[in-house]
């Protein structure tokens, strides 16, 4: 029972830190242009340290045992799902 549950303060830490940036910065922020110029793709190194700050910030409010290998994937696959949503809605406001 106990592999079933899952550890998500990581996400939401790093879903709040990805907020922040985004208000503060803008949607450009965690984007990277494609070399043709035509779109822009998700720059992975951003989102790996958003990731991985939220798993400090995690760590911190809540001691204890690390967040299983499994865990810390499924948080990256949420927290990347919705900054491409964010960043598809944002741009659907402003335009191409």
């Known amino acids: 029972m106990a592999d ?3 550890d998500l303060s990581c ?3 790093s879903r709040h830190l990805a907020e922040e940036l985004l208000r503060r910065e803008g949607a450009g922020y965690f984007v ?3 070399p043709d110029g035509l779109a822009f793709r998700l720059d992975e ?3 790996n340290t958003v990731l991985e700050r939220g798993r400090e910030a995690a760590s911190r409010m809540r001691p204890g ?3 299983r290998p499994q865990d810390l994937s499924l948080c990256r696959r949420l927290l990347r799902r919705e900054l491409i949503h964010d960043l598809a809605v944002n741009l659907l406001r402003t335009g191409p």
């Open 4 to 6: 079933r549950i899952v």
């Open 65 to 67: 045992p690390a967040p």
């Open 45 to 47: 190194r951003k989102l």
């Open 11 to 13: 996400y939401f830490a």
């Open 32 to 34: 990277r242009p494609e």
